[in-house]
């Protein structure tokens, strides 16, 4: 039977969410277009009641699928939908989609012929004859191409991560497996912190923590001694780290290193532990009491403190702001290596302030040229002033235009013992 492709599959999921079915029922939309996209990319075996209450139906960290059978209620109508929907026709289309019943993995299947129509056989023909064309061209340059690396054998291949910019990343790239890279999540009202300007927390509303059990397990609500929310659509929207994360998989593209890029909320310490990891933002309630090195840098309430200044050093760093609008003109970074559970892994923690910072400081660490000048100031910290420290704290900080970083910049380091 001729193979289904990913365009015909996610054509039929549009022709079933816009049928009279599905059209209205919002949540069974979402529901059925998340579990088919995630079976797409290949993420069908981490589908479970727990994964799709939390993010179709937003349920909190405290979702039970045992005392909330939501998913399973929905499941049932997703399946008796889908029924009424093919046994009307379906639209005369040539697949068909199934949710099986105690699972949440659907299926993707042809009807019996005769269900098509002439257009999707003539397709499916046309893209038979397209297939043995490609192939054929393929294996005539396969052919050539082997020919002439037998006359010409090919030179060494070259480094495509500059030795300036190896040394720090080395421990993540091949042949290392796929680190982890957790992005964070923030609330739609942030919490106020220290790290505020007195105009910006003039204008927040209090809301008593016994009122948000939902932030619970945050590290806002472990930190700070009342919600003060201030409306945000920059500062703490996660933007600067989405971008910077583009940066990271350029970056690691061209060292033929993929990524397994994770929402915070679905990664918890135990996940972290087991390989190379990067966290991004600064806002994983656990990781800011496990991933730390208070005796040098220590990021925590909106602000950097520094427990050992050395000379033009500031005991604490806070960001800043323009005096008549208010908007933020300077943001700090804290950039950490870590060891995780085994020492030959690491944990890097990049945690801007903002947003913005977070995104200058993976621009920086993603720069050749800016690894570069780091690599003697961390030397500097050795004792013979020359070998590198395996384990450090680097202090970054950046301009901010527009809620833009721009120019980044080298303020401090600490080597962190062995």
Request: aromatic residues 10%; charged residues 25%.
């Amino acid at each position: 039977m001729e193979p289904i492709m990913v365009e015909e599959i996610r054509a039929e999921l549009k022709r079933v969410l816009e049928s009279r079915h599905f059209a209205k029922a919002k949540k069974r939309s979402r529901f059925l277009e998340f579990v088919c996209e995630q079976t797409l990319l290949g993420n069908a075996e981490k589908l479970s009641e727990y994964v799709i209450g939390m993010d179709v139906y937003e349920r909190g960290p405290g979702f039970d699928p045992q005392d909330d059978a939501i998913v399973r209620v929905q499941a049932c109508e997703i399946r008796k939908s889908l029924k009424e929907y093919y046994s009307e026709g379906g639209g005369g289309s040539a697949l068909r989609i199934d949710l099986p019943a105690g699972h949440y993995v659907p299926v993707f299947a042809r009807r019996p012929e005769g269900v098509a129509s002439r257009w999707t056989a003539l397709a499916a023909f046309l893209r038979r004859q397209a297939l043995a064309i490609a192939l054929a061209v393929a294996c005539a340059v396969f052919a050539v191409l082997w020919i002439g690396a037998r006359s010409h054998p090919s030179p060494p291949p070259q480094a495509v991560i500059p030795e300036s910019a190896e040394w720090f990343w080395k421990p993540f790239l091949p042949p290392a497996p796929p680190p982890l890279v957790a992005i964070p999540n923030h609330p739609l009202l942030r919490a106020a912190h220290e790290g505020d300007s007195a105009a910006t927390l003039g204008r927040s509303h209090l809301i008593p923590k016994d009122e948000l059990p939902e932030f619970r397990d945050t590290i806002h609500f472990r930190e700070l001694a009342g919600f003060h929310f201030v409306p945000s659509m920059t500062d703490f929207t996660s933007v600067g780290e989405t971008l910077g994360l583009l940066d990271m998989l350029d970056f690691f593209g061209r060292a033929g290193q993929k990524l397994e890029v994770k929402p915070a909320r679905l990664v918890d310490y135990d996940a972290i532990k087991r390989g190379n990891a990067v966290l991004l933002g600064g806002n994983q309630a656990w990781s800011g009491r496990i991933f730390l090195y208070t005796e040098g840098f220590w990021f925590h309430n909106g602000v950097i403190t520094n427990k050992t200044p050395q000379p033009g050093e500031q005991p604490v760093y806070k960001p800043e702001f323009d005096a008549v609008t208010n908007s933020l003109r300077r943001d700090y970074a804290l950039v950490l290596m870590l060891p995780n559970e085994n020492r030959d892994q690491r944990i890097l923690l990049i945690y801007g302030i903002y947003t913005q910072g977070s995104q200058a400081a993976i621009q920086y660490l993603t720069s050749p040229k800016h690894l570069e000048e780091l690599r003697p100031r961390l030397a500097a910290l050795s004792p013979d002033k020359r070998s590198l420290p395996r384990f450090f704290q680097v202090l970054l900080t950046a301009t901010v235009e527009n809620s833009v970083p721009g120019k980044v910049s080298f303020v401090s380091a600490r080597a962190i013992p062995e």
